[in-house]
């Protein structure tokens, strides 16, 4: 009986190993890229904000969207960016990630023009490709906390994308959902070591593109329209650009 409890353990160890590795890897590769000052970051026309729910299970607001908000918003004003793509979830009816991002960033000073929602970015991968072959920006900002912003600068400069992060204040791993997530992030979820690492590899290998992309689209001409968004699978795949 113990030699299998000891090679289970000999396996989670050997796991949590890779894992760490891994992630160790992931922020060697993209420190280079990531600012925790608006003013240091270089100016860019775009800034890609990265969808979250912006309220908790319990109804309690999400310190993830309300940090990332603020962040996006600081860019704006600080002339860093011109147009912020605010790409997230919006599968499900009454659930819309880009909507929220919109009206909060409305609420913090951005004009609406200057807002452009992406109804498809279901996975970071799916947001950092759409914003080149959808919205047409070979660079531009990244707006998250640091540990997914090492995530997702990773994974655009592996699909040749020039793009830096601006650092969104981070939270505590005791808040609410804090722990969760993090781990979500770290873990087998879409990080580097786990699905999104192999998604990376299997793009290159395979060249693979996103699950959801569409037609092109100028962000001086706005956005995809939610009834738009519904048939966003069977659309053609065309190209995007920002002018």
Avoid at 113 to 121: F, K, L, N, S, T
Avoid at 149 to 171: F, K, Q
Wanted: hydrophobic share 40%; net charge positive; aromatic share 8%.
């Amino acid at each position: 009986m113990k030699t299998p409890l000891i090679l289970a353990i000999a396996l989670f160890a050997l796991l949590i190993a890779i894992t760490l590795l891994a992630n160790w890897h992931t922020q060697r590769q993209t420190a280079a890229y990531l600012y925790d000052n608006a003013a240091q970051i270089p100016a860019h026309k775009a800034a890609l904000l990265l969808g979250t729910s912006p309220t908790l299970a319990d109804g309690r607001s999400n310190l993830y969207f309300t940090h990332r908000i603020r962040a996006a918003a600081e860019l704006y004003r600080a002339g860093k960016v011109r147009y912020i793509i605010a790409s997230g979830d919006n599968r499900k009816h009454g659930y819309n990630e880009p909507e929220a991002m919109k009206a909060a960033l409305i609420a913090q000073g951005v004009p609406a023009e200057r807002i452009i929602p992406d109804y498809a970015g279901i996975r970071t991968l799916d947001s950092v490709l759409r914003a080149r072959n959808i919205f047409g920006q070979p660079s531009y900002i990244i707006v998250s906390q640091k540990f997914h912003n090492e995530r997702a600068v990773y994974l655009a400069r592996t699909h040749g994308i020039r793009a830096v992060s601006y650092n969104a204040a981070d939270v505590h791993l005791l808040y609410a959902g804090g722990f969760k997530t993090r781990v979500r992030e770290y873990g087998p979820h879409e990080n580097v070591s786990g699905p999104a690492h192999r998604q990376t590899a299997q793009t290159r290998r395979r060249n693979h593109r996103p699950a959801r992309l569409a037609f092109r689209l100028p962000l001086t001409q706005g956005s995809l329209k939610p009834w738009q968004n519904l048939s966003r699978y069977h659309l053609p795949h065309q190209t995007a650009s920002v002018t």
